[in-house]
């Protein structure tokens, strides 16, 4: 599987991972009609071509190589990124059901700061 987005990446959006993106497989961009109701960005894991560039972008440290590299607090987005398809209402609504059931799940992290989150879910 391809790279994952996890939770720092939740109310931030920051596009930069987007603009660095070889392939554009991450998604929903900010011109996608998605783009305004999702709670966070995922990567296509079948787009995905695995070259890294995305992960010095984000901001937030939020994007792991895979999902062995997510921490456990993570890994019900490992699945989000998987369900996720541009345009695909029913696939966008399962995903953003995944996050906001994570979100719901982790009060504690989710009020973190995004960019302290990555290094909280490490401790």
Same mark, same amino acid.
């Not at 696939?91 to 995903?95: P, T």
């Given at each position: 599987m391809a790279f994952i987005i996890t939770d720092p990446c939740i109310t931030?959006?920051?596009s930069?991972?987007?603009d660095v993106c070889p392939v554009?497989?991450?998604h929903p961009r900010k011109d996608e009609a998605e783009f305004a109701d999702t709670p966070m960005l995922f990567i296509h894991p079948?787009?995905?071509i695995d070259c890294g560039a995305c992960v010095p972008a984000c901001p937030v440290s939020a994007i792991y190589d895979s999902p062995d590299a997510t921490p456990a607090s993570?890994?019900?987005l490992i699945e989000a990124n998987a369900k996720y398809r541009s345009g695909d209402a029913a $696939?966008?609504?399962? &995903?953003t059901n995944i996050?906001? $059931?994570h979100m719901? &799940?982790?009060p504690e992290l989710i009020n973190i700061p995004a960019a302290e989150r990555a290094a909280a879910h490490q401790a």
């Open positions: 931030t959006k920051d930069a991972c987007v554009d497989c991450i079948d787009e995905c993570q890994k019900d $696939a966008f609504a399962e &995903a996050v906001n $059931a719901s &799940a982790h």
